[in-house]
């Protein structure tokens, strides 16, 4: 069973930082393609950051110079490190896995709140 576990949102104020995490199990982990994507109140769910299994990664033009995607093969997990948030980055954020387009998985999603 593939399962997708995300963490690390919740409310910060803006100019602060965050740091989410997706675990994932009953995959090849190494051999997926990761991604953070993000839906607002309102809005379609939107790429946030991805990363390739050789670790080349893209980024949403709002969040350049101020998110980074990496992973660890070892511990199964991607993460975003999130800077400078500001009240836009509000939303719930959502892990991605897939595989050569064929097979796609989600998680739950994290909230992450950016307000004073």
């Known amino acids: 069973q593939v399962q997708l576990v995300e963490s690390g949102g919740g409310l910060v104020q803006p100019g602060g930082s965050l740091r989410l995490s997706c675990a994932a199990s009953?995959?090849?982990?190494?051999?997926?393609?990761m991604g953070w994507h993000r839906q607002a109140p309102g809005k379609q769910r939107a790429l946030v950051a991805g990363?390739?299994?050789?670790?080349?990664?893209n980024y949403a033009d709002s969040v350049k110079g101020r998110f980074t995607i990496f992973r660890d093969n070892v511990k199964n997990t991607v993460y975003l490190q999130m800077n400078n948030l500001k009240p836009e980055d509000t939303a719930v954020y959502y892990c991605?896995?897939?595989?050569?387009?064929?097979?796609?998985?989600w998680g739950q999603g994290t909230q992450v709140t950016v307000s004073s």
């Open positions: 009953g995959i090849t982990f190494r051999d997926y393609d």
């Open positions: 990363i390739t299994g050789d670790r080349s990664t």
């Open positions: 991605r896995a897939n595989w050569r387009a064929t097979l796609d998985y």
